[in-house]
């Protein structure tokens, strides 16, 4: 969720958003960035006749989404589409609130239609991650090689594993354009959770860097950070990453429970130490990272040690005295 998958530098509950325009060179007229930081993924807003907008952040940022899309849209008219990338929390908190304001038709990765359509948290990873999202509906699914019409402009659907083995990009060939959402970064990629589970992730994460190096691609907007045009440096950082990361899989797993740390802090703004820990007991995806890197007699210890090291850092605030901890 982070650049090179490194723990969140914390942001206030409702962060302001930046908004890139047709200002920023490549990006057409119709579309606009919302950059919305770490605790809510970037919105890209297509207008047009049936305005659509890919990803909603998380849901405690819903109403300040809708802001942001009312903002944008011509008075009077509708957002009419919402696309998801993926389903974690950051992406697609805000879309049962955007689906309450607009009616918008929404469209999920296919292999994910089951789970929303049962409302299945555990295969969400909403109960394995200690996150919330509100439950939404769909109407239609994404797969690799579906083509979109969005604004103007026709997007292909590629296949993005590795961060989440649902995920997906869009890719615009006319103008060279990819919405990259966690598969690529200005500086890594998102955390790889199926490594987490004993699954295989880092080698489709390598396969995705690969496909996007084969792509003609001029200018990336990504899941989080500002929209970037050096591909290079971007792709040589991104594998530079992996590689650290795959050559020993407990730095994943150490870098994901701070990550989950820092952005649960992040939504909830304050925690007893004690919640916390309970979230490590019971949340599959913390569990599956502790299990890399201790016994469960010693988390409460790997706990604690990474707690001193984000405060350390600056990514919290922990007040020792009271057992509490802050987001910064």
């Known amino acids: 969720m982070t650049p090179r998958s490194q723990p969140p530098q914390p942001s206030p509950p409702s962060p302001p ?12 007229n119709e579309m606009r960035v919302f950059e919305r930081g770490w605790l809510s993924s970037n ?5 047009g006749d049936e305005p659509a907008l890919v990803d909603s952040g998380y849901v405690s940022h819903a109403a300040q989404t809708i ?18 990338t993926h389903l974690h929390s950051d992406h697609c908190g805000g879309n049962a609130a955007l689906q309450a304001q607009y009616g918008c038709r929404t469209w999920v990765p296919a292999a994910e239609a089951d789970p929303v359509r049962h409302w299945d948290e555990a295969r969400l990873s909403y109960r394995a991650t200690g996150q919330q999202c ?10 690799p090689g579906d083509a979109l019409t ?8 590629l296949g993005a594993p590795g961060h989440d083995p649902h995920a997906l990009m869009l890719y615009s060939a006319a103008d ?11 500086r890594g990629f998102g955390v790889i959770f199926p490594e987490l589970d004993g699954e295989s992730g880092f080698a489709e994460q390598a396969a995705v860097l690969d496909l996007i190096e084969q792509l003609d691609v001029s200018l990336v907007i990504p899941g989080h950070g500002k929209p970037f045009d050096d591909i290079d440096g971007a792709l040589g950082a991104a594998r530079s990453r992996l590689d ?11 870098n994901a429970l701070k990550v989950l740390i820092v952005f649960r802090l992040m939504a909830e703004t304050e925690m007893t130490c004690d919640a916390l820990k309970t979230t490590l007991d019971t949340a599959r995806a913390w569990r599956g990272a502790a299990a890399m890197l201790a016994p469960p007699s ?16 600056g990514a919290l605030r922990h007040d020792a005295a009271q057992g509490k901890l802050y987001s910064v």
């Open 150 to 157: 969005l604004g103007e402009r026709e997007w292909l659907v």
């Open 176 to 186: 060279g354009i990819l919405i990259s959402a966690d598969a690529l970064w200005e």
């Open 67 to 84: 802001a942001l899309v009312q903002h944008a849209l011509p008075a009077g008219q509708p957002l009419a589409r919402l696309i998801n």
């Open 43 to 47: 919105n890209i807003l297509f207008l």
């Open 134 to 143: 509100d439950r939404f509906a769909f109407d239609d699914t994404l797969s």
């Open 17 to 28: 958003s930046r908004t890139a325009q047709s200002s920023l060179p490549g990006l057409p």
């Open 244 to 254: 650290y990361l795959r050559s020993d899989p407990a730095r994943n797993a150490r």
């Open 298 to 313: 010693a988390w409460p210890e790997l706990l604690d040690t990474l707690i001193a090291e984000l405060a350390k850092a």
